[in-house]
């Protein structure tokens, strides 16, 4: 069973940087690919960056290529991800998600288990 637990989110200025981390109080995080994930007020639910099960595969959305890296830790059943150069539109609430049974990361219905989401707010 997957519980996934978001932490780090805040309000920085554009250019800042912000860590986020996603903690999975289960015992079979190991198996699952990981994603991150964000909602804008009024807009959709959009891929962020994903890592496959063993960290062998990331993926991320052309929006943050360059800027955001994600990273997980099986021995401590951690993802973080590191997010520097922060634009306004970046702001949004930042979802932990948990899935498996696809190669392609950015597939959002792959992911089953889902985080209550933190807030990252980036003022211009």
């Known amino acids: 069973q997957v519980q996934l637990v978001e932490s780090g989110g805040g309000s920085v200025p554009a250019g800042g940087s912000l860590r986020l981390s996603c903690v999975d109080s289960?015992?079979?995080?190991?198996?699952?690919?990981m994603g991150w994930f964000r909602q804008a007020p009024g807009k959709e639910r959009e891929f962020v960056a994903g890592v496959s099960w063993n960290g062998g595969k990331t993926a991320y959305a052309d929006s943050v290529k360059g800027r955001f890296t994600i990273a997980r830790d099986n021995a401590k059943n951690t993802i973080d991800l590191q997010m520097n150069t922060l634009r306004p539109e970046d702001t949004a609430v930042y979802y932990c998600?948990?899935?498996?049974?696809?190669?392609?990361?950015?597939?959002?219905?792959?992911?089953?288990?889902w985080g209550q989401g933190t807030q990252v707010t980036v003022s211009s």
């Open positions: 998600a948990a899935g498996g049974g696809s190669p392609v990361l950015s597939v959002m219905k792959m992911y089953t288990s």
């Open positions: 289960g015992r079979a995080f190991m198996m699952f690919n």
